[in-house]
T-cell receptor
C-alpha cells in the first residue's frame, strides 16, 4: 500500500483565500484523523471520522474550518477564509478499528503558509 | 496546564542513553504511546504500553510507566545519530485507542 496520501505537500496562499487540503487514507482503514502541528501548540486533533461519519469535531478551531469525508477513500479539510494564524503543518492519519486502532498511520503532511 | 507535558529539547552524545520524560493528566488512559517524527515527515508509532504494565522493553527502547504519578518515560539505549527526531508522548483518551499529543521533545544526537 502507498500509505496515507496528502495533497498538496505545500500550499502558499494569501489571507482571505479558500484553502482545501486533501487526504486519501490507507485502503480498508475506517478511521480518519486530521491534525494540525505548530511549534506553539504541538500536534492538535482537529476532527476524526469513523466509517465516513464525523465523530468528534471539538478540536476544529472555528467556523472557518470544515471537513468532509464523502467516501471511504477521500477526505478534505477546508479553510475559508484563511488567516495568517492558520499557517501550520496539517496531517491526516488513518487507522483500523479494534486492536488495529493501536497504531495511526500518518501522511507526510501539508505545509500551509498564509501571507 | 497542558494535558501532556514534555521538555522541548534533549541533547545527548552518540552512544549515551537518552531519557525522555512525560507527565499527563488523564488518569483513565489505557494505552500510552510513543511516536517518532523524523524531519519533514509524519509521525510513526515507536512503541506503546498498557496501563496495567509498569515497564516494557523493546530492543533499545525501554518504556516506564508510573500510573500513580501519571509519568511516562522513554529510554533509548546506545543513542545513534539516526535517532535524532521529535518524540511524542501520547496517552490514549480514556479507554480509547485515540492518542492525545503534546508538543514533543526534539532529541539531538551529536558525535
Amino acid at each position: 500500500d502507498a500509505g496515507v496520501i496528502q495533497s498538496p505537500r505545500h500550499e502558499v496562499t494569501e489571507m482571505g483565500q479558500e484553502v482545501t487540503l486533501r487526504c486519501k487514507p490507507i485502503s480498508g482503514h475506517d478511521y480518519l484523523f486530521w491534525y494540525r502541528q505548530t511549534m506553539m501548540r504541538g500536534l492538535e486533533l482537529l476532527i476524526y471520522f469513523n466509517n465516513n461519519v464525523p465523530i468528534d469535531d471539538s478540536g476544529m478551531p472555528e467556523d472557518r474550518f470544515s471537513a468532509k469525508m464523502p467516501n471511504a477513500s477521500f477526505s478534505t479539510l477546508k479553510i475559508q477564509p484563511s488567516e495568517p494564524r492558520d499557517s501550520a503543518v496539517y496531517f491526516c492519519a488513518s487507522s483500523l478499528s479494534g486492536t488495529g486502532g493501536l497504531e495511526q498511520y500518518f501522511g507526510p503532511g501539508t505545509r500551509l503558509t498564509v501571507t | 496546564g497542558e494535558d501532556v507535558e514534555q521538555s522541548l529539547f534533549l541533547s545527548v552524545r552518540e552512544g549515551d542513553s537518552s531519557v525522555i520524560n512525560c507527565t499527563y493528566t488523564d488518569s483513565s488512559s489505557t494505552y500510552l504511546y510513543w511516536y517518532k517524527q523524523e524531519p519533514g515527515a509524519g509521525l510513526q508509532l515507536l512503541t506503546y504500553i498498557f496501563s496495567n504494565m509498569d515497564m516494557k522493553q523493546d530492543q533499545r527502547l525501554t518504556v516506564l510507566l508510573n500510573k500513580k504519578d501519571k509519568h511516562l518515560s522513554l529510554r533509548i539505549a546506545d543513542t545513534q545519530t539516526g535517532d535524532s527526531a521529535i518524540y511524542f508522548c501520547a496517552p490514549g483518551r480514556g479507554g480509547s485507542y485515540i492518542p492525545t499529543f503534546g508538543r514533543g521533545t526534539s532529541l539531538i544526537v551529536h558525535p
